[in-house]
């Protein structure tokens, strides 16, 4: 069986694309990845730096739609990578929208497309119909079902370990240079906790040039430009402690970030805003750490730099419980499952393996 996966294939962005691709290979699917990061040099360096005259001039949207446009230049990628690859499988893994009801009937009718799956690994903070994109799709997925009433989405987390990517090599907890970090963007969300992280000397990976704090001494601890790759691995190897903030209010809906798997793989102790799936993952105050409000957060980071023993067995605990929670193999195996199984009902035994 062949999958081509529609999402971000950039080194510059989270890669979770890659680690589901090798989740599929792994279970004996081949794999066709497609890069929905591109752009025409045209729309990034020509449209783009001039987004409000454009939009001034009721063009964005035309623009957008052009061989040249943000969405018309994917498209035409998009089904070149289909003519080329001829898979039997698509996922499109939902970031931003360029594929419409009638791009996947065309993928049904001119490719031969037998199973088209979708999977929206946006928030509950992004506002999505996630129902009335579920239509178009055989098969559709969503981190979370905020404001859904559908059947047909399945909530699929897209938290998964992937240890070739993240991993421990720095197995002296007390020998870590950094005290505690925080890996993650801006938004008007995480700025409520800007005060309270620099009160507590966290060292800060992202673009925050956005907040507002009073502690002019959060920007000697502050690297702008984030950490990516291998030097997200080196930042966690680093660090005794690993922040978690959530984009979203956990009481909307409680899915988690990426974060909670890749922390405790590199071996520093999690301490994560609290959700009731973060607690279906850990055993919260011995596997990892939770918090409610940026004051819990503060007192526990003062707690445990008191108490380095203590937080090591934590930090050892939660190291060897992310080995046994469910891998990228896993997320993609559902995913097989529901496909094998549109297949099988449709009489068409060509493509189940």
Known sequence: ??????????????????????????????????NCFAEHPLWHYGAKPFRALVKGLGLWGVAGESRYGDKGYKRERFFRALTESKPDVVLV??????LRACDIERM??????????GWSVD??????DLDREAEMYDLYYAIHKVGSRSASVTRLPLAAVDSSRYFRFNSSFTSRSERSVLVSGWNTRRDLWVDDLARSRVSVYGDWRKTRVSDRSFYTRLHKNGAWGTNLVDVYNRARIG????????????C??????????????????????LAEYYRLGVEAESFVEPCEMRDKLRYYDKRLLKAARMAQRG???????????????????????????????????
């Open 123 to 128: 928030g509950p903070n992004v506002k999505f």
């Open 93 to 98: 893994i939902k970031a931003h929208e360029f």
């Open 256 to 277: 988690c970030n990426l974060r909670v798997m890749d922390i405790p793989a590199c071996g520093a102790l999690l301490m994560s805003e609290h959700s009731d799936e």
């Open 319 to 353: 190291y060897e419980r992310v080995q046994r929670l469910p891998t990228y193999a896993d997320r993609a195996r559902q995913i097989i499952r529901d496909a094998e199984g549109i297949l099988l009902r449709s009489r068409d035994y060509r493509y189940i393996a």
């Open 108 to 117: 049904r009718r001119d490719f031969g497309i037998r199973v088209v799956a």
């Open 1 to 34: 069986m062949r999958i081509l996966i529609s999402y971000f294939f950039d080194e510059h962005y989270i890669p979770a694309g890659f680690s589901l691709a090798d989740g599929f290979a792994a279970n004996g699917w081949e794999v066709v990845r497609f």
């Open 243 to 254: 922040l978690n903030i959530q984009g979203w209010d956990p009481v909307i809906d409680p």
